[in-house]
């Protein structure tokens, strides 16, 4: 396999965010568990076969991660009360150039709502009564990226924001 084949994607994923009141909600704390960062090799979703290359592929890469707990430190202000958690993905994205060809989708283990996401979005990731100091779910990501846009290593690096109901 050639090295423009092989090109490697390397996705920090970190949650390690400063508790910030912003307008659409207050910031939370979050980690991964057991390491805050994850190390994925994305591969080309284009397979070549008989010499072709579908098109709409063609520059397309794809990295996963293994279900990894996250942890989302809850403020006692919002302490069994009814909440929504957003998970946003900032405009800006280190590595990336621009919002287009970037999304995120996830699965969870059902605590969280399994969904997507892409730059400059916020999306419900849990909606319940927030009844202990740290809500925790297994997640699982699968980032596709436009691999013309890539500037250097790639850093996945969500905000989660916590409202009352």
């Known amino acids: 396999m050639s090295s423009f084949v092989r090109r490697r994607l390397f996705i920090a994923v970190a949650g390690c965010l400063c508790c910030a009141s912003v307008l659409a909600g207050q910031r939370l704390e979050g980690a991964l568990f057991p390491s805050p960062d994850l190390r994925i090799e994305g591969r080309w979703a284009a397979v070549r076969t008989g010499g072709r290359i579908d098109p709409a592929l063609g520059s397309l890469i794809v990295g996963q991660t293994p279900p990894t707990e996250l942890r989302l430190a809850i403020p006692s202000s919002f302490l069994n009360k009814p909440v929504r958690i957003f998970m946003l993905l900032p405009s800006v994205t280190e590595g990336y150039s621009g919002t287009r060809g970037f999304e995120v989708e996830w699965t969870t283990q059902g605590v969280f709502?399994?969904?997507?996401?892409?730059?400059?979005?916020?999306?419900?990731?849990?909606?319940?009564?927030?009844?202990?100091?740290?809500?925790?779910?297994y997640v699982a990501y699968t980032l596709r990226v436009?691999?013309?846009?890539?500037?250097?290593?790639?850093?996945f690096d969500p905000v989660y924001e916590i409202e009352e109901r």
């Open 113 to 137: 709502r399994p969904g997507s996401l892409r730059p400059g979005e916020r999306v419900v990731l849990f909606e319940g009564v927030a009844s202990a100091q740290v809500v925790k779910d």
């Open 146 to 155: 436009d691999g013309n846009y890539l500037l250097g290593p790639l850093r």
